[in-house]
């Protein structure tokens, strides 16, 4: 169990090569004790981005605040706060604030070996079928 305000988690800069004013707080990850994914705060300063990539795994986003654009190779993609962003597996991808204030944005990746465990019952929001709660 963990319960923090975001700002009490260490906001880190983003140091892989191609990011230029990018940082991030890893809110819930394996060493919480989370088993399958990691959630993460993106914030991109005013012109800046994340590094132009492809992985293995899927990104989930929820924009929580400014505007930007996801850079693919199939053109940029504008998006702006309340929007949400899936990002499948081996999607060259990269964020790119193009408003002048500061970019914020969840990011929920599984973690690279999920621990296996046993599932109780199946989730009936999965795919998004029950909706009356």
Request: charged residues 25%.
């Given at each position: 169990?963990?319960?923090?305000?975001?700002?009490?988690?260490p906001?880190?800069?983003?140091?892989?090569?191609?990011?230029?004013?990018?940082?991030?707080?890893?809110?819930?990850?394996?060493?919480?004790?989370?088993?399958?994914?990691?959630t993460?705060?993106?914030?991109?300063?005013?012109?800046?981005?994340?590094?132009?990539?492809?992985?293995?795994?899927?990104?989930?986003?929820?924009?929580?605040?400014?505007?930007?654009?996801?850079?693919?190779?199939?053109?940029?993609?504008?998006?702006?706060?309340?929007?949400?962003?899936?990002?499948?597996?081996?999607?060259?991808?990269?964020?790119?604030?193009?408003?002048?204030?500061?970019?914020?944005?969840?990011?929920?990746?599984?973690?690279?070996?999920?621990?296996?465990?046993?599932?109780?019952?199946?989730?009936?929001?999965?795919?998004?079928?029950?909706?009356?709660?």
């Open positions: 169990m963990k319960l923090k305000h975001y700002s009490d988690i906001l880190e800069a983003v140091t892989m090569e191609g990011a230029r004013g990018a940082s991030i707080r890893w809110l819930i990850s394996e060493k919480d004790g989370a088993p399958n994914f990691a993460r705060m993106f914030e991109v300063a005013a012109g800046g981005f994340t590094p132009y990539h492809t992985h293995s795994w899927e990104h989930e986003n929820y924009i929580l605040s400014g505007e930007g654009v996801l850079v693919t190779e199939e053109g940029d993609k504008p998006f702006k706060e309340g929007d949400v962003i899936y990002v499948p597996p081996f999607y060259k991808h990269s964020y790119r604030n193009t408003g002048s204030g500061v970019l914020k944005f969840l990011c929920i990746i599984p973690h690279p070996e999920a621990v296996d465990v046993p599932k109780k019952k199946v989730n009936p929001f999965a795919k998004g079928v029950a909706n009356n709660c």
